[in-house]
């Protein structure tokens, strides 16, 4: 009988972290304008109000010639300059995988080029070669909300069938250029966050078109363009393995009571609906009903479906960050911020729930069949450096070792999970509030929210801890 007591010889021990956040450098190498540039920080944010995320027309104008507000992920924390030193820092934990992305607007800066941008290809030949010679396997994504601006006030983002094919011959590119240095590809991150990230992951203007049908519709666009990016990616090279990544939205019911049950799992479906289309091939029943009880219409054209079905992923990651509860009476609302009472929240309001980790794993597994790897897992916290420099971050060593510890389990469990990278290494500007000061890292930067400070790089405790972590393979996580 196999008994698996622990995670295999080979895992992926890493970080994770986004080109639009960490980067800078928006202006240099030729790159263009991407979706992310055009975040602006907001002092007077409520940190514990979830965003929609859209961006009409004329904010996009409006923040392309503005020159009053702080935009911080244009300038993130100088990682296209300090790729080396942040590197050779990350590697002294031990991590032999980093994933990054790929920022689309600095290798086609405008989306609809015939012809890459030589500097931005060069820029990932280097990165991807420090990667390596520093012991990491890199695990690249190639849409992480840097889709280049002008394929939003052109074509309207993805909700414009041409979306498909710009999107492949980036793809492409990339396939070929990097073939012999990255062999773990995602290609669109959490490809189901239509809600609270909505411009970012569709680059649709809010005020173009219905939303909710051109979301769908884009959405539609983006299975497509996987398939095909998939297909060529295997033609390149068999030996690619190609991603599909969620952000773990499945929600538990309020109660047992049946209406609640009833709700929940339908409102569970349409986040299955994502991975039930890009791992097993097609669109499931439950979701032809969600689109006729909304009037939502799928246009598709003659062999959609057969590309679809002929190239699903090879593995599938997700993020995990909190879970969320649900009732039939809050069910149609996609930003409800209903609390689990049995759970407690994060200063952004994001409940926390280790054994949730568990359950995802082994619910995604039973459903799909296929590695998985958990692309994104950590917590937002406001570091102190103390008055001899260091950094006791014991709530982040707290988190991070009540979800790996729930990992093991999923792995005892007979979960085939691959790899796992702790969002982040190192700070960067958040996502969602584009604060600096939300901040994820074993190593802290040294930068405020309007990008002031030295720049230093100082480890936290949580350094030392990580680097225990993988030198036992997830055995000690004191």
């Known amino acids: 009988m196999k008994k698996i007591t622990g995670f295999p010889e080979n895992f992926l021990w890493g970080g994770a972290i986004?080109?639009?956040?960490?980067?800078?450098?928006?202006?240099?190498?030729?790159?263009?304008?991407?979706?992310?540039?055009?975040?602006?920080?907001?002092?007077?944010?409520?940190?514990?109000?979830?965003?929609?995320?859209?961006?009409?027309?004329?904010?996009?104008?409006?923040?392309?010639?503005?020159?009053?507000?702080?935009?911080?992920?244009?300038?993130?924390?100088?990682?296209y300059h300090r790729y080396k030193e942040d590197l050779a820092l990350m590697a002294e934990t031990g991590m032999n995988c980093f994933r990054t992305s790929i920022n689309?607007?600095?290798?086609?800066?405008?989306?609809?080029?015939?012809?890459?941008?030589?500097?931005?290809?060069?820029?990932?030949?280097?990165?991807?070669?420090?990667?390596?010679?520093?012991?990491?396997?890199?695990?690249?994504?190639?849409?992480?909300?840097?889709?280049?601006?002008?394929?939003?006030?052109?074509?309207?983002?993805?909700?414009?069938?041409?979306?498909?094919?710009?999107?492949?011959?980036?793809?492409?590119?990339c396939f070929r250029r990097y073939k012999d240095k990255v062999r773990y590809w995602?290609?669109?991150?959490?490809?189901?966050?239509?809600?609270?990230?909505?411009?970012?992951?569709?680059?649709?203007?809010?005020?173009?078109?219905d939303l909710e049908q051109a979301k769908y519709q884009g959405i539609h666009h983006e299975f497509?363009?996987?398939?095909?990016?998939?297909?060529?990616?295997?033609?390149?090279?068999?030996?690619?393995?190609?991603g599909m990544m969620l952000c773990h939205g499945i929600v538990y019911p309020a109660t047992c009571k049946p209406e609640d049950v009833l709700a929940t799992m339908k409102k569970n479906q349409m986040q299955y609906f994502f991975g039930d289309v890009l791992l097993r091939g097609k669109y499931p029943g439950y979701s032809w009903r969600f689109f006729n009880e909304r009037n939502i219409t799928i246009n598709m054209e003659p062999g959609d479906e057969e590309i679809i079905a002929?190239?699903?992923?090879?593995?599938?990651?997700?993020?995990?960050?909190?879970?969320?509860?649900?009732?039939?009476?809050?069910?149609?609302?996609?930003?409800?911020?209903?609390?689990?009472?049995?759970?407690?929240?994060s200063m952004w309001g994001w409940d926390i729930d280790p054994i949730g980790l568990r359950i995802a794993l082994n619910e995604y597994y039973d459903r799909y069949e296929k590695p998985i790897i958990i692309a994104e897992n950590g917590i937002g916290a406001l570091d102190k450096i103390e008055s001899d420099g260091s950094i006791h971050d014991d709530y982040r060593i707290d988190y991070l070792k009540k979800h790996i510890e729930q990992m093991k389990e999923a792995v005892k469990d007979g979960v085939e999970v691959i790899g796992y990278c702790l969002w982040s290494p190192i700070d960067i500007v958040s996502c969602s509030t584009a604060e600096m000061s939300k901040r994820y890292g074993l190593i802290y930067v040294d930068l405020d929210d309007f990008g002031r400070g030295t720049g230093k790089r100082i480890k936290k405790d949580s350094f030392e801890w990580y680097k225990r972590v993988i030198k036992s393979n997830g055995e000690n996580l004191d």
């Not at 609270?196 to 680059?203: D, H, I, V």
């Not at 497509?224 to 190609?242: G, L, Q, R, S």
């Open 224 to 242: 497509v363009a996987c398939a095909k990016a998939t297909k060529i990616a295997h033609e390149i090279d068999p030996d690619f393995k190609i």
């Open 104 to 173: 689309w607007a600095r290798i086609f800066p405008n989306g609809d080029e015939s012809e890459p941008n030589e500097d931005g290809l060069k820029f990932y030949d280097d990165l991807f070669d420090e990667i390596r010679k520093n012991g990491m396997e890199p695990l690249i994504t190639l849409s992480h909300y840097e889709m280049p601006i002008n394929l939003s006030l052109k074509y309207g983002g993805w909700y414009n069938r041409k979306l498909i094919d710009f999107f492949t011959r980036y793809c492409e590119v």
């Open 186 to 209: 995602i290609l669109i991150n959490q490809i189901n966050l239509i809600s609270s990230e909505s411009f970012n992951a569709l680059g649709i203007p809010s005020d173009m078109v």
């Open 310 to 345: 002929e190239n699903t992923a090879d593995f599938m990651s997700f993020s995990y960050y909190y879970t969320k509860i649900n009732s039939a009476e809050n069910s149609a609302d996609l930003h409800d911020t209903s609390k689990n009472p049995y759970l407690k929240s």
């Open 18 to 79: 986004a080109a639009n956040q960490a980067e800078g450098a928006y202006d240099v190498g030729g790159k263009g304008i991407c979706a992310a540039d055009i975040h602006a920080y907001n002092p007077n944010i409520d940190r514990k109000a979830l965003r929609t995320g859209e961006v009409s027309i004329s904010e996009i104008e409006f923040a392309l010639k503005d020159k009053e507000n702080y935009y911080p992920k244009r300038y993130g924390i100088d990682f």
